[in-house]
């Protein structure tokens, strides 16, 4: 079975602060993990997934196959950071669908 | 339209009452998704479709749960006789299935959030 665990229901961080979200997994095989964020009152959208490697809004994160941990990293949080974030797996089988983590508040305080 | 579309946003329904929701994916995606969101938790996996064909099913929580993609195109996700437990935001989902990883990022739609009385 695979699961994802974001730990932290909510984090509050002062704007400048770096921000790290946590996000274990437990995959028997080789996953694709990703990050959506969802602002206010707009939809669920992706925000970085590991394969691309790529930095998206100073946001970056890690796949550590050791730890089985996808954690999402900022250094200096902004105001406009402040959404939901889901951490998200999906299987290596042939299944499409995503496994969600239950998410993480990121409130970012002027 | 650019981007997923559901409708109605909103239902209110009674409980036992059946319900209707539908999504308009992207034009041109292969795949669909339906999510069940609870208060408080992530999206939970309901049913896949490609195309026309639904090929997995094993996130339904009842047979009261039905869903429909008969054109390929527009699906329909219905519930009968509706529970509490039902009230939820039910997310669509759409990709495109290409060769690259890259183009199997799904899109999704605004939800439609159930409330059932």
């Known amino acids: 079975a695979q699961r994802v665990t974001q730990p932290e229901k909510l984090l509050s961080v002062f704007k400048g602060a770096p921000v790290e979200l946590k996000c274990n997994y437990s995959y028997s095989g080789s996953p694709e993990l990703f990050w959506y964020v969802q602002y206010s009152r707009q939809r669920l959208q992706l925000l970085l997934r590991h394969i691309s490697r790529e930095s998206i809004k100073g946001f970056t994160a890690d796949l550590n196959k050791g730890e089985t941990s996808f954690h999402l990293k900022k250094p200096f949080a902004q105001e406009e950071d402040s959404a939901m974030y889901y951490c998200?797996?999906?299987?290596?089988?042939?299944?499409?669908?995503?496994?969600f983590g239950s998410g993480t508040r990121l409130q970012v305080q002027p | 339209g650019a981007g997923v579309s559901q409708s109605p946003r909103y239902k209110v329904a009674k409980r036992g009452q059946d319900v209707a929701l539908r999504c308009d994916p992207i034009?041109?995606?292969?795949?669909l998704f339906w999510y069940q969101q609870a208060l408080g938790q992530g999206p939970e996996f309901l049913t896949y479709?490609?195309?026309?064909?639904?090929?997995?099913k094993s996130g339904l929580p009842s047979d009261r749960f039905f869903a429909e993609r008969p054109e390929g195109s527009v699906s329909t996700l219905k519930i009968q006789r509706t529970q509490q437990e039902d009230s939820a935001v039910y997310l669509c989902?759409?990709?495109?299935?290409?060769?690259?990883?890259?183009?199997?990022?799904?899109?999704f739609g605004p939800g439609t959030r159930l409330t059932v009385l």
């Open positions: 034009s041109g995606h292969v795949s």
């Open positions: 989902a759409s990709s495109l299935i290409g060769y690259r990883t890259v183009r199997h990022e799904q899109f």
């Open positions: 479709f490609q195309n026309e064909a639904q090929l997995d």
């Open positions: 998200a797996l999906r299987g290596n089988t042939g299944r499409r669908a995503l496994t």
